[in-house]
């Protein structure tokens, strides 16, 4: 059975996976899908603590954590269709009229 | 029934500044002459009622309305008629009606605007004038003080196309400022030291006082409003701007820089005639630069071409009499000889008003001569002032003169008095050579000179009305004060009195020498003789002038190339202008423009602003760097950022 900490270390892992994609990949759909990843690395701790306290609370809060991810991937998804429509390019570094 | 007097000049300046330019010009110098005549039977009918009034004392309160209450300090604008101001008031509606009238005529060459605007700043300068003889306390005056200046600014500058009378109108106007700062530094420092502005109240404050031996705060209120005083009246060493606002029209010239604005130093000294009773060392500085004043400015007289400047260097000369009159503390000598003053020096500006009118604008002694048979009236009228400012007995200026040096030498001055008799030969000469000059002898054919009209006209009718009466009060005026030694009762003298009644007694009760007692005991013999003494002066100086300017001219060209250098000193002024120039004006120029505008205003103020500014602009360069628009370093340092937060509150 694995413990905690191993539990931890692995979402840990799958965090900074996902971190890494988010800055790293030049690809908006590469960029949510590390979201993704990101979110469901919380969503592991949340159930380790869960099992390892004996509560059901952090179960509860991943399913709104998987929620709000779902309606997540469709609004991030509808913007990337938007953006994609107006640059013909799916590269972040292309959007930089932020800029003054 | 005191405020409709300046308030009738006030509403002729109203209508001739607002409808001037659609009324007709007839309409425009009738409706300014009927103020000023409207507002001179009403003081005459003021000044009646005064004099039926119980003696002494008398005097006509009018609250016109409270004007500043601030806590403990309130001033109502009160006017006050005293017998001082009594004798003011007949002044200057009665010389400044005539002088209306006289312009009427006189100002025929304008165009239609130009006329209604002459008169709408004559009336206003009236209405103004009047504001200050009637104020009953310093900031009333004060606002007619201020009033008068802005009005000679801008009848001095009243040819504003001609950049010489706007630059005499700017020089007016800023050395009388040097002289208002003085003023208002007198008025806050009595203030501060008696509480109160009105001038009785000050009267009775200071008469409690004794007289101060040493240099104390009474010492320099009133030396503070000397210093105004002699701005006003252009007593040395600001008398620099009255020969230069004769670049005024002629009638303006006789009405502010003769007869009334230039006479307020003195009126302000008599009005305030306790104070400086209280104050011996400023009285002595009085003096002393009244008697030196009249003797520098006559020796300019001397020697000056233009017909107009030997009349304001003449100006200058008798107003410094009046203040020697003041400083030796004759008040009513003084305000006396500023009543006959009035009279024939406002007829003799009008009289080279006439002459200047009749050679279509020469001002040139050197060309003027042989006018007599032309202009009969004007020579006629002109000679009469001369004689009266020469100090011919029997005319107005004798009467008045005398008794000013008459008072100086009781007062035990003998220096001054020798000064003042020097200085009323001089007067004698300079005044007789205008007379030579411009009515006798040949027409000067200078090169170049402009071709007169071959026919002159005399002076038009209402020119001439107001020559013959101002003549004819030359002549008589003096009267009014005649002498105890000559069987009069000097009433006049006896008249104004009380409006220096405290200072009389002070006077007395500090043992100053001049004392009325003393000279009313002083024998009739001294006067007489010293009567005799100034007439022969006059004479002889009229002498002198027919000698030289009219029968002899080469000899007076001889003693021009054996005093060149004395000349040449005299006929520029003693430098005075050079100096200030050197001494105030360029200094001043070049602080301003090297230190305060090319150091502290480009240099610091601008440079700080800008500095400001680039800073600005420099460290934005380098934060702006920050903003790349990259949707990855805006999402990269925002989770930099969560990570620093959150390790420091986790590693703390």
């Given amino acids: ?100 | 029934m005191l405020r409709l007097i300046p308030v009738l000049p006030f509403l002729g300046f109203l209508v001739n500044a607002s409808f001037g330019r659609r009324i007709s010009r007839r309409a425009a110098g009738a409706v300014a002459s009927a103020v000023m005549l409207a507002s001179l039977m009403v003081a005459l009918v003021a000044a009646g009622n005064l004099v039926g009034l119980p003696n002494p004392g008398r005097a006509i309160v009018e609250p016109a309305f409270s004007w500043i209450s601030s806590g403990d300090f309130s001033v109502n604008a009160t006017l006050r008629l005293d017998p001082l101001s009594a004798v003011m008031i007949l002044v200057v509606t009665g010389i400044g009606s005539l002088i209306h009238i006289y312009s009427t005529a006189y100002m025929d060459k304008e165009t239609d605007s130009e006329y209604a605007r002459y008169f709408s700043y004559l009336n206003l300068f009236a209405a103004f004038m009047l504001v200050l003889v009637l104020g009953s306390n310093f900031l009333v005056m004060f606002v007619g003080w201020e009033g008068v200046g802005l009005c000679s600014y801008l009848l001095v500058g009243f040819w504003y196309q001609k950049e010489s009378a706007s630059d005499a109108g700017k020089k007016a106007f800023i050395v009388n400022r040097i002289g208002d700062f003085g003023f208002l530094l007198g008025v806050l420092l009595a203030y501060v030291r008696f509480s109160t502005l009105d001038f009785q109240d000050l009267a009775r404050s200071a008469s409690a006082l004794s007289p101060e031996t040493s240099f104390g705060t009474l010492s320099l209120i009133t030396l503070l409003l000397f210093v105004g005083a002699a701005g006003k009246s252009a007593q040395i060493p600001l008398h620099v701007w009255l020969p230069d606002a004769m670049e005024g029209p002629t009638p303006v010239s006789a009405l502010i820089h003769a007869a009334t604005m230039v006479t307020a130093g003195v009126y302000l000294i008599g009005r305030n005639a306790v104070l400086f009773s209280h104050a011996p060392i400023t009285l002595k500085i009085v003096a002393a630069i009244g008697v030196a004043t009249a003797l520098l400015a006559a020796t300019i007289g001397l020697v000056q071409n233009d017909i107009k400047r030997v009349l304001a260097y003449s100006t200058v000369s008798q107003l410094g009499y009046m203040f020697l009159a003041m400083g030796v503390g004759a008040y009513a000598a003084g305000i006396f000889h500023l009543y006959t003053h009035a009279f024939f020096k406002a007829l003799l500006f009008l009289g080279s008003g006439a002459v200047i009118h009749a050679l279509g604008g020469e001002q040139d002694l050197r060309r003027m001569g042989g006018l007599r048979r032309e202009l009969p009236i004007a020579y006629s009228t002109f000679l009469v002032g001369a004689m009266a400012i020469a100090g011919v007995p029997g005319l107005a200026g004798f009467f008045s003169k005398d008794e000013v040096l008459f008072q100086t030498y009781a007062g035990g001055h003998t220096l001054l008095w020798i000064v003042g008799l020097v200085t009323s030969l001089l007067t004698a000469i300079y005044m007789f050579r205008l007379v030579f000059l411009a009515f006798h002898g040949a027409r000067g054919e200078e090169p170049g000179a402009a071709h007169h009209p071959s026919h002159l006209h005399d002076a038009p009718p209402a020119m001439a009305l107001a020559l013959i009466v101002l003549a004819l009060g030359s002549i008589v005026a003096g009267y009014a004060g005649l002498p105890r030694a000559l069987g009069g009762s000097n009433r006049f003298e006896r008249f104004l009195e009380p409006s220096f009644i405290v200072s009389q007694e002070t006077r007395r009760a500090a043992g100053l020498q001049g004392d009325l007692e003393e000279a009313e005991t002083a024998t009739a013999s001294l006067e007489v003789g010293l009567m005799a003494v100034s007439t022969l002066v006059a004479v002889g100086g009229i002498g002198l002038a027919f000698f030289f300017f009219l029968r002899n001219p080469r000899a007076a060209d001889d003693m021009v190339n054996r005093f060149a250098g004395l000349h040449r000193v005299l006929a520029n002024k003693y430098y005075v202008d050079e100096i200030y120039d050197a001494t105030v004006v360029q200094p001043i120029r070049i602080v301003s423009e090297d230190g305060l505008w090319r150091g502290i205003d480009v240099r610091a103020i601008d440079g700080t602003v800008n500095m400001v500014g680039e800073t600005v602009v420099g460290s934005s360069e380098i934060l702006r760097r920050l903003q790349a628009g990259s949707v990855r370093v805006s999402a990269a340092s925002l989770f930099l950022g969560v990570v620093l937060i959150l390790g420091y509150y986790l590693w703390r």
């Fill in chain 1, 1 to 100: 059975m694995p413990t905690l900490n191993q539990y931890l270390v692995l979402s840990a892992t799958l965090f900074a996976i996902g971190t890494a994609g988010v800055f790293i990949r030049r690809n908006l759909i590469t960029i949510l899908l590390s979201i993704e990843i990101m979110l469901n690395a919380v969503n592991l701790t949340f159930v380790a603590f869960g099992r390892a306290l004996g509560a059901v609370d952090g179960q509860i809060l991943v399913f709104f954590v998987i929620t709000v991810a779902a309606a997540e991937a469709a609004v991030g998804l509808a913007i990337v269709i938007g953006l994609f429509r107006h640059s013909e390019s799916l590269n972040p570094d292309s959007f930089a009229s932020l800029k003054w």
